[in-house]
């Protein structure tokens, strides 16, 4: 089963994804690839892989990626070769997107479990992306106001998961409840990429 985590900037999704790697060790967690500069403690090839934007277009072009989004000025997409063989070997497999590359997703695989990890209130997406310190309050600014739009989206993903202050192991286990449900499923949801 090809499933989607999607979701604002700031909703927590690595957190969350990193505990939902831990209770799920067979499922396969898809690498995105990005333009954007490594932030602090992120390494190529284990939270991303770096790639200049030339790098990034001549992916795209070749058919390499399953998916594609600017966001924030920088392009990110997941390689499509490492999701394929996992769902080869019978793996599920989790690719983290944000919400264009949800949509993108979706239409290629249309039987893809989409499920979006929210914040509890965009007052607490806000104050946790000023507290990153990573980022400008120009740039805080403009995250808020996109994830407002992306908020809206929710209506079209297969569940919603809010990732509460404090409450990474809650959505990670309502993460791991929606999958154990879907696999139980009649027929199973079958993905080709």
């Known amino acids: 089963?090809?499933?989607v985590a999607s979701g604002p900037s700031g909703a927590g999704k690595d957190a969350v994804l990193s505990r939902v790697r831990e209770?799920?060790?067979?499922?396969?967690?898809?690498?995105?690839?990005t333009t954007r500069p490594p932030r602090p403690g992120e390494e190529h090839g284990v939270h991303?892989?770096?790639h200049t934007r030339e790098e990034m277009e001549k992916l795209w072009a070749s058919g390499e990626l399953l998916e594609r989004a600017e966001v924030y000025g920088n392009?990110?997409?997941a390689p499509?070769?490492?999701?394929r063989a996992a769902l080869a070997e019978g793996r599920d497999a989790i690719v983290r997107a944000d919400v264009q590359g949800a949509a993108s997703i979706r239409a290629l695989a249309p039987d893809a479990l989409l499920i979006f990890i929210a914040p509890p209130s965009l007052e607490e997406l806000e104050r946790r992306l000023r507290d990153r310190g990573t980022e400008t309050a120009?740039?805080?600014?403009?995250?808020?106001?996109t994830a407002r739009r992306e908020m809206r989206d929710a209506a079209w993903f297969d569940a919603v998961v809010v990732n509460e202050t404090g409450g990474i192991e809650a959505?990670?286990?309502q993460i791991?409840?929606?999958?154990?449900r879907e696999r139980e499923r009649v027929p199973p949801r079958a993905a080709s990429v």
């Open 80 to 83: 499509k070769a490492p999701v």
């Open 23 to 33: 209770l799920l060790p067979n499922v396969f967690f898809a690498i995105t690839a």
């Open 138 to 145: 120009a740039n805080v600014a403009v995250r808020v106001e």
């Open 75 to 77: 392009l990110y997409g």
């Open 171 to 173: 959505a990670a286990q």
């Open 48 to 50: 991303h892989y770096f």
């Open 1 to 3: 089963m090809l499933i």
């Open 176 to 180: 791991v409840r929606v999958i154990e």
